[in-house]
């Protein structure tokens, strides 16, 4: 990985918000990027690379990879030869659909397929130069990195007993261990680092077919073994994001979770904001000092909602046409907002672009 690149923006991040410009207040619409190619009815995570601003969104309708810039917002290229989508009963079975996670580590795209495979491409040339078995049977779905250490997780959510793989980013990209979860009843899903403890946290959704009972992993990178469970009573934990103080965010499935805001300190929830049905993936963006949850209520609108970090309140629900919304990734350079948009229930296919007003 490229820790000189990755710590001169960490620094240039800390100067900006000792200036006092590290706050954003609420967030505008500020138009959308198309996408080419077959109209998006499938799809899945996007990431921001925050030190080359490029956006990288996991597309099944077209096989592949896309690539935005996002210093102009615009799209830039499609790394293909993805699995694509899989039907069952004449719809896109998204067990065994591709591609699913994507994450920028340096120079390298890693994104994963829906045959449990992981696809390493090369920035520069938009070439596949690796792909590795993780050993199951359906997607390599959400994925995260340990930057200091140079390791990365990948979860198997849809396999019989989900499971995790940690593999290094060095060159030789050997496999350090695997982590299978016994107990979860409905997969394993986003996985974020911590960098103040060093460890993995993963969401679990529910644990032993107990709807109430969810949890997250903390994972060691280096042992590859799980240090401690959080409960989680409060939702159905789907998507993980860090904020300050030690405390993340979580997305949460079900028509009644209370998005949850939980200590890694304490293991405590320090905030449960009811009212955010049926969401996944979540972001936080320190430029903004805000969370961000995209929701999708039976019957209603979707949206996408913002908490301020400090008070940990909503402060913001921004609708969106439809398209089945569930992607969210953020610029800590211009603090704008993307959100991913199907053309399914009156979706238009692009991607939305929120901005600070």
């Known amino acids: 990985m490229n820790r000189v690149r990755a710590l001169s923006f960490a620094v240039s991040f800390i100067a900006l918000a000792a200036s006092g410009q590290a706050m ?25 690379d925050q030190a080359t601003q490029m956006f990288a969104f996991a597309d099944r309708d077209n096989k592949g990879v896309d690539l935005f ?12 030869g993805f699995i694509g989508i899989i039907l069952k009963d004449n719809k896109p079975n998204t067990k065994l659909s591709g591609p699913n996670g994507v994450a920028i580590a340096g120079s390298e795209i890693w994104a994963g397929d829906g045959d449990s495979t992981l696809k390493i491409i090369d920035e520069k040339t938009l070439k596949v130069t690796s792909t590795i078995s993780t050993g199951g049977k359906a997607r390599l779905d959400e994925m995260a990195f340990d930057t200091k250490d140079g390791i990365f997780i990948g979860v198997n959510n849809a396999d019989a007993t989900p499971f995790a793989t940690l593999i290094s980013t060095a060159p030789d990209h050997h496999i350090i261990g695997k982590i299978t979860f016994d107990d979860a009843a409905d997969g394993a899903e986003q996985p974020q680092y911590n960098a103040a403890d060093g ?22 990178p280096k042992t590859a073994k799980i240090v401690k469970t959080l409960p989680v009573t409060t939702c159905h934990p789907t998507g993980l994001a860090f904020g300050p103080d030690g405390n993340f965010v979580l997305g949460c499935a ?13 293991g405590a929830a320090v905030a449960v904001i009811p009212g955010l049905p049926n969401a996944d993936m979540v972001d936080y963006n320190a430029h903004n000092g805000q969370y961000y949850v995209v929701t999708r209520p039976k019957g209603s609108t979707p949206s996408l909602n913002v908490i301020d970090a400090k008070t940990n309140t909503l402060v913001q629900s921004l609708p969106l046409p439809g398209g089945g919304p569930h992607s969210v990734a953020s610029s800590e350079v211009s603090g704008k907002v993307y959100v991913p948009v199907g053309t399914t229930d009156g979706g238009d296919g692009t991607i939305h672009v929120f901005a600070p007003k």
């Open 24 to 48: 954003a207040g609420e967030l505008k619409a500020a138009g959308t990027i198309a996408i080419p190619g077959e109209k998006l009815t499938s799809f899945d995570i996007s990431f921001v």
């Open 69 to 80: 810039d996002m210093t102009k917002d615009a799209y830039v290229n499609r790394v293909s």
């Open 199 to 220: 460890m993995f946290y993963v969401s679990v959704p529910e644990l032993k077919s107990d709807e109430k009972s969810g949890a997250i992993a903390v994972i060691d």
């Open 254 to 266: 079900g028509a009644d979770s209370g998005t949850t805001i939980m200590s890694s300190k304490t």
